[in-house]
């Protein structure tokens, strides 16, 4: 898919007819590609990169945070204060231009995107199920 204008379509399709846990874990994706990517760039001092990648990852860790519904479920109130603290993180490694410091936010968002994939590939298992049976 080399045309740019097919793949905008086709990526703005996948997203409007994603579930929603599936943009989940599309955004927690994301979140991990801003964050390799920043690291890459600040391995080779790309500070302008790895600024904008930083900034992006902020953004998705905000929206991340503004989604949750936390009358809904009791952990909610411990997600949040994790997304503080990883918001917080993001923002001293974009000032400190700091790979190990954007590294460090990578290893607390990769497991998070992990159980994230295996809840929503086993819910839409459960769904299939039920709809077959």
């Known amino acids: 898919m080399n045309n740019p204008s097919m793949r905008a379509r086709y990526m703005a399709d996948a997203i409007t007819t994603a579930s929603p846990g599936k943009l989940l874990v599309m955004l927690y994706d994301r979140l991990v590609l801003d964050l390799v990517k ?30 949750l519904k936390m009358d ?35 290893g607390l968002v990769e497991p998070l995107r992990d159980a994230w994939r295996t809840a929503v590939s086993e819910a839409s298992a459960v769904g299939t199920a039920a709809r077959v049976a």
């Open 38 to 67: 920043a690291e890459e760039a600040l391995g080779r001092d790309d500070r302008e990169t790895a600024s904008t990648q930083l900034q992006h990852a902020q953004e998705i860790v905000i929206e991340l945070r503004s989604s």
């Open 72 to 106: 809904v479920w009791d952990g909610a109130k411990g997600l949040s204060e994790l997304y503080g603290f990883l918001l917080t993180q993001l923002i001293q490694a974009n000032i400190r231009r700091d790979a190990a410091q954007v590294a460090s936010c990578r």
